[in-house]
């Protein structure tokens, strides 16, 4: 060997491939709403794969395209569609769809004082991964939402609760008012009964890595 050539000191770095395993979800008898890990865990590490991996966010974004293709058209030329429903709001729910396994909607009734004429006039996009579950617990049916800014700073933003929609106006003779603006998630079929994992699930852990 050449005495003047130097030799070079070499690392190796081993990365272990273990598989993240969501958290178990289930009704909370300590608190009124049930989230998804603690604080809304496996949302927020699911937001992070898609914020900390470029591979990930453009395979995601990809797919987004493919889904929201012309967007929604309406068969009557006088009919307006986003006039209920921005493009950007679509957008939106189309991309939590992807990435989270299901999206949220705010349902915005109009301000008729007779019940009979209430009607939704506006959809809009509500992030999933800040919402929480209100679950009935004889029936374990969900019943309601709640929505915090940040599950982690939940003295700071206080949880909110929300009426699920179900098309039905509903008006509480007590308190002599109704709920104006109600809430509902659309899911993809999952094994999990609360919430939908997404379908690239096994794939998160390459993300991480990337990361």
Not at 123 to 150: A, C, E, H, R
Not at 164 to 181: A, I, L, N, P, T
Request: charge should be neutral.
């Amino acid at each position: 060997m050449d005495k003047n050539v130097k030799k070079t000191e070499s690392s190796l770095e081993v990365i272990e491939f273990s598989k993240y395993t969501k958290p178990v979800v289930s009704p909370s008898i300590s608190t009124k709403w049930t989230l998804n890990g603690d604080n809304n865990s496996f949302f927020n590490y699911v937001k992070q794969c898609y914020e900390g991996s470029v591979t990930n966010q453009a395979i995601i974004n990809g797919f987004v395209n493919y889904i929201y293709g012309e967007g929604l058209i309406s068969n009557k030329d006088d009919f307006n569609i986003h006039k209920y429903i921005s493009k950007k709001d679509l957008r939106l729910m189309v991309l939590d769809f992807k990435t989270y396994g299901g999206y949220g909607v705010q349902v915005i009734w109009n301000r008729a004082e007779k019940l009979e004429d209430k009607k939704p006039v506006l959809f809009k996009y509500f992030p999933i991964y800040k919402v929480g579950l209100n679950i009935n617990k004889k029936t374990l049916q969900v019943d309601g939402y709640w929505y915090s800014y940040d599950w982690a700073e939940q003295s700071k933003y206080r949880p909110q609760f929300f009426q699920k929609f179900d098309g039905r106006y509903k008006y509480d003779e007590k308190e002599q008012k109704g709920s104006d603006v109600e809430l509902f998630i659309v899911q993809r079929a999952s094994s999990d009964p609360f919430f939908a994992n997404p379908d690239y699930l096994p794939g998160l852990q390459y993300a991480e890595v990337e990361m």
